[in-house]
């Protein structure tokens, strides 16, 4: 009997209805008969250049550029003279790639011409390719965009090559490469086939529900696995601003008292002079927002004004500012000067800011505090120093730099719950698109659940699974193509 239900699923999964991984032919980019070319390494001066073709006429132009050479063997590194077909001038000796298609990275026939990077031999390979029949230079993305409409590459893996192109630090490397590796598609795709399961469980009952071949108990297999559905769902979403933020970066934020250094930090941290530092209370006004590698996670550092009240207005305008930003804070760096403990402005601070953060901090979602208790160099010979109620905190001193590595481990540590660490756990959503459709899947299942005709629970099902195939690409429409691709850069 199940036999006869694994070939209803198998039905259900080739059926007219199915919302399947289908590349839209939309996925071409107009003309894509066109065989393209661009330089595909860094512009400027460089030791080696890569220029790359894609299309029917890559062989042609290989064989234009290096003639009277026939193509050399396929995936095999050539050293051959390249000429302008033109004028017959030796352009540069180079080593030459030819990838037959399919077995190339965009799907199509490929040639690569690693070239002596100066600038004279790229412009004059360029131009002479430019001159071939049939090639026209590459718009931004399309030799992507080519590898996506040929199935090399799912719309996930695109966003993680995108990703890895402009990735800056370490984190954010190591995410995207765990994109383009497919994890995160991998892991829709097997939801999918869940749903499809589920699915050919509904429709075998809504089909032969009368008939006593079908097997006992056929709907409570499809609940059951809605449910863990939704489970492994909901832990997915809950962790999913975690990914967006190692993607854009975290915010984390400086606040204290007048005076406690907090510039001071922001300018150790950045290794730069973004906010002018002195003696005087009330020297930062306006928010300074600097992006910064913190212990390899992207960050955007803000400096504030110090919080105080019964300034003057441009200062309370600058408090003002310092809250707001505050409230948008991933992470607070919240500091104090360690030999003014006793002070109103100190006392005030920790009983407001640094208590209310403190004690929201149990709940997931919510901001995440490292007390600093800077001017250590100053305890010995003027304060007392921290009491034994003092909140968990570190010492820093910024001027002798003492504390400074325990503050940066501090927060490796304190980023990597926010930003999630991207070398262990499930895969992350690095973008709102992923969320958007994660969470229209799990609507979907929740009208599932509701209703009561089998028949719509039926069209429940196929809405969520449409969620989870067009997010990694398949019956993409063509605008969010677009957006996706526009990230790229040309010779990508
Ligand atoms: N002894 C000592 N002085 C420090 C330390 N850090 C900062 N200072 C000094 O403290 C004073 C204030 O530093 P800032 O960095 O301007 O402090 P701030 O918190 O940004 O001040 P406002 O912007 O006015 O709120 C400056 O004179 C710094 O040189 C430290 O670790 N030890
Ligand atoms: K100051
Ligand atoms: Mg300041």
């Not at 220029?51 to 063997?73: E, F, K, N, V």
């Not at 790229?122 to 590898?147: I, M, Y």
């Not at 492994?232 to 934020?253: E, K, N």
Request: glycine share 10%.
């Amino acid at each position: 009997m199940w036999r006869g239900l694994w070939t209803l699923a198998a039905q259900a999964a080739r059926g007219p209805r199915r919302l399947c991984t289908r590349r839209s032919s939309g996925a071409l980019a107009p003309g894509s008969g066109a065989t393209i070319f661009a330089l595909s390494s860094g512009q400027g001066r460089c030791g080696v250049a890569v220029i790359r073709t894609s299309g029917p006429a890559s062989s042609q132009a290989l064989r234009i550029l290096t003639a009277p050479r026939d193509l050399p063997p396929a995936r095999h590194a050539s050293l051959r003279l390249l000429s302008d077909p033109r004028s017959g001038e030796p352009l540069d000796r180079a080593l030459v790639l030819w990838f037959p298609g399919p077995k190339s990275f965009t799907g199509e026939d490929c040639v690569e011409f690693h070239v002596h990077g100066g600038p004279a031999v790229v412009s004059g390979v360029l131009q002479a390719l430019g001159s071939v029949p049939g090639l026209r230079p590459a718009e931004a993305g399309e030799f992507t965009r080519r590898a996506f409409a040929h199935g090399k590459l799912n719309l996930t893996e695109v966003e993680g090559l995108a990703d890895l192109i402009h990735a800056e630090t370490e984190a954010q490397r190591r995410q995207a490469l765990r994109q383009l590796d497919g994890e995160l598609g991998h892991l829709c795709r097997g939801w999918a086939e869940t749903l499809t399961k589920a699915l050919a469980h509904v429709e075998a009952y809504i089909d032969f529900g009368e008939d006593d071949n079908l097997e006992e108990g056929v709907l409570e297999q499809a609940d059951i696995e809605v449910r863990a559905l939704q489970v492994a769902l909901g832990a997915h979403l809950r962790d999913a601003r975690r990914g967006q933020r190692l993607r854009s970066g975290a915010h984390v934020v400086v606040t204290g008292p007048p005076n406690a250094g907090k510039s001071s930090l922001v300018n150790l941290l950045s290794r730069k002079p973004v906010s002018i530092v002195s003696p005087e209370p009330g020297t930062t006004r306006d928010v300074l927002e600097t992006p910064v590698d913190l212990a390899g996670f992207p960050v955007l550092l803000s400096d504030t004004a110090g919080l105080r009240e019964g300034v003057g207005p441009v200062e309370q305008e600058g408090v003002r500012r310092a809250r707001e930003r505050l409230e948008q804070a991933d992470l607070i760096l919240a500091m104090l000067d360690a030999s003014d403990l006793a002070s109103p402005s100190s006392c005030n601070f920790l009983a407001t800011v640094v208590a209310s953060v403190g004690a929201q901090s149990h709940s997931d979602s919510s901001q995440r505090l490292l007390l600093v208790l800077n001017k250590s160099d100053l305890l010995s010979t003027e304060g007392p120093g921290p009491g034994p109620d003092m909140p968990p905190h570190l010492l820093l001193s910024c001027v002798t730099g003492e504390g400074l590595d325990g503050l940066l481990e501090a927060l490796r540590e304190e980023l990597a719950a926010v930003c999630g660490d991207p070398s262990t756990g499930p895969p992350l959503l690095t973008r709102a698109r992923h969320q958007h459709h994660l969470q229209g899947c799990l609507d979907a299942l929740g009208h599932y659940k509701q209703s009561k005709d089998l028949a719509l629970a039926a069209e429940a099902l196929r809405v969520a699974r449409g969620h989870l195939t067009r997010l990694t690409g398949g019956g993409g429409t063509e605008e969010i193509l677009d957006i996706i691709f526009r990230d790229f850069c040309v010779g990508k």
